[in-house]
C-alpha cells in the first residue's frame, strides 16, 4: 500500500490554493444556485404544521393549543420569507414546543 502523501508540486507564488480556482466557477453557490430553481417551501414543516392542526382539533385543545400552532406558523411564514437557517429552527423549535404541550395534555386525559 502507497502511503505517500499526495504532493501538488510547488506553489506558484505562495498562494496556490488561490491560482488554481477557476474564475468562472469562483462563487461556487452563485454559480449552481443561479441555475437551478431552488423550492423555497419546506415540506417537512408543512406537514408537521397540518398534523399538529389535526391533533388539536381531535384533542380538542382549545385556545392554548391554538396559540401554540399560531406561534409555529408564524415561525413558518418567517423562515419562508428570510429563507434563513436560524428562522427554519426556531420553526422547528416551535414544532416540539407545540407538540410536547400536546404530549402533556394527552397524558392527562
Known sequence: MNRHRYNP???????????????????????????VKINRADHWLENYLAFLDHEIIALKAGFI????????????????TSQAA??????????????????RMEARS
Open 9 to 35: 508540486g510547488p506553489p506558484g507564488n505562495g498562494n496556490g490554493a488561490r491560482q488554481s480556482a477557476d474564475p468562472k466557477t469562483e462563487n461556487r453557490s452563485d454559480y449552481y444556485t443561479s441555475r
Open 65 to 80: 393549543g391554538r396559540q401554540y400552532l399560531n406561534c409555529a406558523e408564524a415561525a413558518y411564514r418567517e423562515f419562508l
Open 86 to 103: 436560524q428562522d427554519r429552527f426556531r420553526a422547528w423549535l416551535a414544532i416540539r414546543i407545540c407538540c410536547a404541550w400536546l404530549a
